[in-house]
């Protein structure tokens, strides 16, 4: 029999037959993975499952490809995100991306504790959206499509960066783009770390990482749409 | 499986199908009813093909009745302006046994769910829309689930319902909870509900 013990983040849960549930969870050292939780589609059990409740989980199976059953814990929820709507609407873009763009059992603990961070700070209104922010860029670093905004492309410039290329995901100047400006995408100054970080940019911002994860992560790895609970963050920040 | 006629391993296998029933069970239950023949099989097949026969989806706000327009959608005395949103007919029945509510009801038949492609057009939401407007609405209780899923649904509602009151149904410590043996997801929620005495 192999087995692991980790902590995770709840992703999803379905029902599986009567009682149990194929619960999908992220960790660290195992990434996206799921498994069938026995009494998981009891009421005991409906508050441990929720998305983004934080939870001690115990793997075992016979063979390593098995789907194999989780034993769940709780360690943490999340409930207090459902009173409000930007806090509701960030949990799920964070679970549906997981789901979305991470392949089954690729470990990534930079991302894993990046995630944890982001989470806790839900409720934090003033800086969850720029939080959230940095979060998508680091999704992107951590598979492999980081974004390169240190210097122009075009030029070698490091000043005067106005937008990203979508081929490259690196930055090119006003000067750099030149007739092709109409094609790049936005580079706000807080993609680098600079501006005031107001709504608005942060969702100009946004607009930019969402074109590199719906073409590169979640394109890349089938053809799935991009989880409508992003758009609907993407919708409230700046409008809560 | 059993050494019984066509006809009884047909009925078993069909029991079998229902939720809670496996085929074990499903065989005692037949077996029951065959003792209970009189008293029990015959009115259960009569009232089953008579639910069978009549029982419909109520046009307007998606209970289940036995009319096109069901009882309460019916009743002028539950026109008093308020609906109450519900998941599912069983949260339907729920609110109607507690007899607190003299409203009427809007079935959604499930939650927006990312996960199972559930959108709002797959809900009875537009519907909803349309009865705010025609029924002359002046309040909308929202009694969903507290899931994450319930609540996206209800956050998703109350955003498309601007001008109308929009509640929805207290979370806290149940009637005979103790706080020992609540999540604290159930703790946070009652604290932050908290109300002077």
New interface residues.
């Given amino acids: 029999m192999i087995e692991w013990r980790e902590d995770g983040v709840v992703l999803a849960a379905r029902k599986h037959g009567e009682t149990s549930a194929i619960v999908e969870v992220f960790t660290a050292e195992h990434g996206r993975h799921a498994g069938v939780v026995r009494g998981g589609a009891s009421r005991k059990m409906a508050a441990t499952l929720q998305p983004g409740a934080q939870v001690d989980i115990t793997w075992k199976a016979r063979l390593d490809d098995h789907l194999g059953h989780f034993t769940i814990e709780p360690v943490r929820s999340r409930a207090q995100a459902m009173g409000d709507r930007l806090s509701l609407a960030g949990l799920n873009a964070v679970a549906g991306l997981l789901t979305a763009a991470l392949a089954e059992r690729d470990a990534h603990p930079p991302l894993y504790r990046r995630t944890i961070q982001l989470l806790d700070l839900l409720g934090e209104k003033e800086v969850w959206p720029l939080a959230y922010l940095q979060w998508e860029l680091a999704l992107l670093d951590e598979m492999g499509f980081g974004l390169d905004l240190g210097a122009c492309a075009v030029t070698g410039a490091t000043e005067g960066l106005v937008y990203v290329s979508p081929k490259s995901g690196r930055a090119v100047s006003a000067a750099g783009a030149g007739e092709w400006a109409a094609k790049l995408l936005p580079l706000p100054p807080v993609l680098r770390g600079q501006g005031d970080a107001d709504d608005s940019e942060i969702r100009e911002a946004l607009g930019t990482t969402g074109y590199f994860i719906e073409h590169r992560l979640i394109k890349g790895s089938g053809d799935r749409p991009m989880p409508a609970a992003r758009a609907r963050l993407l919708d409230l920040i700046g409008r809560v | 499986m059993t050494d019984a006629p066509k006809a009884m391993t047909d009925l078993i296998d069909l029991m079998a199908r229902l ?2 029933l496996g085929p074990r069970s499903a065989r005692r239950a037949v077996l029951h009813l065959i003792k209970k023949r009189g008293q029990l099989m015959g009115p259960l097949a009569e009232a089953m093909a008579q639910v069978s026969a009549t029982a419909r989806e109520c046009l307007n706000c998606g209970n289940i009745g036995t009319t096109d327009i069901c009882e309460i959608c019916q009743s002028e005395k539950r026109g008093n302006g308020m609906i109450c949103v519900v998941e599912d007919v069983a949260d339907l029945w729920a609110m109607e046994r507690s007899a607190q509510f003299k409203g009427r009801y809007h079935v959604l038949g499930g939650t927006l769910s ?3 492609a559930i ?1 709002p057009d797959e809900l009875r939401i537009p519907k909803l829309l349309d009865r705010i407007a025609s029924e002359q609405i002046s309040e909308v209780i929202l009694a969903l689930s ?3 899923d319930g ?2 649904t209800a ?2 509602i109350a ?1 498309q319902l601007p001008g109308v009151t929009v509640t929805s149904l207290a ?1 806290g410590v149940p009637v005979g909870g103790e706080l020992d043996y609540l ?4 703790i ?2 009652a604290l ?1 509900a908290r109300r002077a005495l």
């Fill in positions: 939720p809670g990312a996960l199972d959108g507290a899931t994450i609540q996206t956050h998703y955003d979370q999540d604290d997801g159930t946070t929620a932050k």
